[in-house]
């Protein structure tokens, strides 16, 4: 099954060869809600609404060096990928991101992640897009990939999971 093309008139694309079979790296991808313990650069993250997974469910992040974004589950290819909107940020205008797993023959897996978006701000926008942010995106996205790598194939955790009992946080 092939991954599902994305609008957007700007890509940014990276693969990343994981050394585990492909449903132990969907265990990770499927818990959407808490990409913060694995992803560097994604210092806190939540669900929104009651969903944690699946078509509908929804994230909360807070990205380094960034801001927040809100991402939307929009497909849902169970134990194979996903692909989810993301609210506008600086200059990207909505985005569009695909994360899709392939099992390889040795028993390893590919998992490819596509970025696809549009700019805003007119002359303005294209200039901070081709000045500092397509060098981000195209720096911090494999960083992405090899940090859900480390995660599968060590099992270490960027940052400890949290969670509320109550009004008590728990660590």
Not at 41 to 64: N, P, Q
């Amino acid at each position: 099954m092939k991954a599902p093309k994305l609008p957007g008139k700007y890509n940014v694309k990276s693969k990343v060869v994981i050394n585990a079979p492909k449903q132990k790296v969907w265990q990770v991808m499927e818990d959407f809600g808490n990409v913060y313990t694995w992803a560097p650069g994604v210092t806190e993250s939540h669900s929104i609404g009651s969903k944690e997974s699946g078509m509908g469910a929804a994230r909360h992040c807070k990205l380094d060096g960034f801001g927040t974004i809100d991402e939307y589950v929009t497909q849902w290819v169970e134990g194979t990928g996903f692909v989810y909107d993301v609210t506008p940020l600086g200059p990207l205008n909505k985005s569009f991101s695909c994360w899709w797993l392939t099992a390889l023959e040795n028993g390893s897996t590919e998992l490819e992640v596509v970025l696809s978006y549009d700019i805003r701000y007119g002359l303005f926008g294209k200039v901070m897009h081709s000045l500092i942010m397509r060098k981000k995106l195209e720096s911090s996205l494999p960083d992405a990939l090899n940090a859900l790598k480390n995660r599968v194939e060590t099992g270490k955790l960027v940052r400890p999971y949290l969670t509320k009992k109550g009004s008590e946080l728990i660590i």
